[in-house]
């Protein structure tokens, strides 16, 4: 029920093949791929190529989260690189509804994402139209920055929806996650994590990862 995601996007990029078997060794359930375009974050970070060229060192869930403006163009060339999950952002230029229809039709699992000033409300009338929610807690663009506790109100009232319309939808909280923090989310209603600094820079990732199961599971 719990899954931690480690987010390659603080790992050493000149080893990202190893960094991503060693994260499958490590015990990890996904592997989260930030993708940036430099415009609707300010950051570019890289994209479905780099993507493709680690796919068959790592038999991980691939948990691509879009950071780019136009995702529904993009999104059979991240099919195609190997993403199994493919998470866009509702503040971004493509139709919604379209674009989770797109990801289901390439045989994905969808994720809708909101950043930090994005009402929960917003995610409401697609609910039953998507596998997860992302509840950014930290403005998207940067790893490293730190956990916003004012989004937990958020994951709380998506997570109640949720559970009002008995559905089955998982929701995905990145930014600032570490052994505190997410206890502080999953006690909100979190249930997939994303991990960048805290597992890449941990003296032992499998430790962390378990670390981050254990107390978001407690
Ligand atoms: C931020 C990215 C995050 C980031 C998390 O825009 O979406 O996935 O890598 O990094 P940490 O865990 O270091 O906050
Ligand atoms: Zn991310």
């Given at each position: ?28 359930d ?13 950051n ?21 989260h879009?950071m ?25 230029d493509s139709p ?9 039709a ?8 909101i950043?930090p ?10 609910l ?16 490293g ?32 996650i ?12 979190a249930?997939v ?5 805290a ?11 378990e ?8």
């Amino acid at each position: 029920m719990y899954k931690i995601s480690p987010s390659v996007l603080a790992s050493d990029f000149s080893r990202l093949g190893d960094e991503a078997e060693r994260m499958e060794k490590c015990g990890a359930d996904y592997l989260h791929l930030d993708v940036m375009d430099g415009h609707f974050v300010p950051n570019i970070s890289f994209g479905a190529p780099v993507i493709s060229s680690i796919r068959n060192r790592c038999g991980l869930v691939f948990d691509v989260h879009l950071m780019i403006s136009e995702p529904l163009k993009y999104i059979d060339d991240f099919k195609k690189a190997g993403a199994d999950l493919i998470t866009f952002h509702i503040e971004s230029d493509s139709p919604v509804e379209e674009t989770l229809d797109k990801i289901h039709a390439v045989g994905c699992k969808t994720g809708l994402s909101i950043k930090p000033k994005t009402p929960a409300e917003d995610v409401f009338p697609y609910l039953d139209k998507t596998d997860m929610i992302l509840v950014m807690t930290v403005e998207p663009g940067f790893g490293g920055q730190s956990f916003m506790y004012d989004t937990m109100d958020k994951v709380t009232a998506i997570r109640n929806e949720i559970n009002r319309r008995g559905l089955d939808v998982d929701i995905q909280v990145d930014g600032g996650i570490n052994e505190e923090t997410v206890k502080v989310a999953a006690k909100a209603g979190a249930n997939v994590f994303v991990a960048g600094s805290a597992v890449f820079r941990a003296e032992d990732a499998s430790v962390m990862i378990e670390t981050l199961r254990k107390n978001a599971e407690n």
